[in-house]
Nanobody, 119 residues
């Protein structure tokens, strides 16, 4: 699978931003979003099941971020509402067989898109 993440940029705290991840090849995967801040490990943000029925989030983004997918477009989205300065990071999308919070649950990764939240 090949993944292409996009939509990052500079956003003000309290604003909104939507990230997209377009997949090619076989596309019926569980999909996840991870993020990595400078000098820190890559951490889980959100994931969605292949059908979109099940979603999971890390506690710090619950109620603010929303993951969704459009399987007709082979695209997964991460809607970021009310972002905070601590959400600043490079965001990566990933594909796997099942939903997981650990990076090693996924075997296909996009190139990352930078999100910078100004306070």
């Amino acid at each position: 699978v090949q993944l292409q993440a996009s939509g990052g940029g500079l956003v003000q705290a309290g604003g909104s931003l939507r990230l997209s991840c377009a997949a090619s090849g076989r596309t019926f995967y569980a999909m996840g979003w991870f993020r990595q801040a400078p000098g820190k490990e890559r951490v889980f943000v959100a994931a969605i099941s292949p059908t979109g029925v099940r979603t999971v989030y890390t506690d710090s983004v619950k109620g603010r971020f929303s993951i969704s997918r459009d399987n007709t477009k082979n695209t997964v989205y991460l809607q970021m509402n009310s972002p905070k300065a601590e959400d600043t990071a490079v965001y990566y999308c990933a594909a796997g067989s099942t939903i997981g919070r650990a990076p090693d649950a996924y075997y296909g990764w996009g190139q990352g898109t930078q999100v910078t939240v100004s306070s």
